[in-house]
């Protein structure tokens, strides 16, 4: 089955020691039921907490006091394929993301593993958002934490 999704890159300051937290977005055509399905392929786990809520990604992103930062179920790894492309692992599968030039200058940065670079607290969110408000159906987001691959640098 092939899913269709759109990528999204946000940046923010949390405001706590003037950290940078980084949000990359997978919002993925799909109901919540196979939502859930593929979130538990791709963690190989029963166990995930969905985000209190996700009217942030309609808002400003500065304003992300109900944006969870709980236990973490699962953790990503990234792989920088070239500036704009890039890999998302999971335990299980791997999602492919792509941000566009307009967008990484839109933060002042030239690729997306500059983004993520430092002391920025990197995330992945999967989502059926879109879909949601769409079909006016029911919504679900979840937060993975993500680390570099290689302490930062790129595989390529």
């Known amino acids: 089955m092939e899913i269709e999704y759109s990528c ?7 405001g706590e020691d003037f950290k940078t937290d980084v949000v990359i977005i997978f919002d993925f055509l799909l109901d919540l039921g196979s939502l859930r399905k593929l979130l538990k392929h ?5 166990m995930y907490i969905p985000i209190k809520t996700i009217a942030f990604i309609d808002e400003n992103i500065g ?10 179920t699962s953790r990503a790894k990234i792989e ?3 500036c ?7 335990r299980n599968d791997a999602i ?11 933060w002042d940065v030239k690729s997306v593993e ?24 029911a919504t679900d ?14 595989d390529v």
């Open 8 to 14: 999204k890159i946000v940046r923010y300051n949390s």
């Open 42 to 46: 791709l963690t190989i786990s029963s």
């Open 63 to 72: 304003k992300l006091a109900e944006f969870y930062h709980g236990d973490i």
């Open 80 to 82: 920088f394929i070239d």
């Open 84 to 90: 704009n492309n890039f890999s998302v692992n999971f």
């Open 96 to 106: 492919q993301g792509f941000i566009s030039n307009k967008a990484l200058k839109q």
């Open 114 to 137: 500059e983004m993520l670079a430092g002391d920025a607290l990197n995330s992945v969110i999967l989502t059926n958002y879109t879909y949601g408000q769409k079909h006016a159906e």
């Open 141 to 154: 987001a979840y937060h993975i934490s993500l680390r570099l691959q290689n302490g930062g640098r790129s």
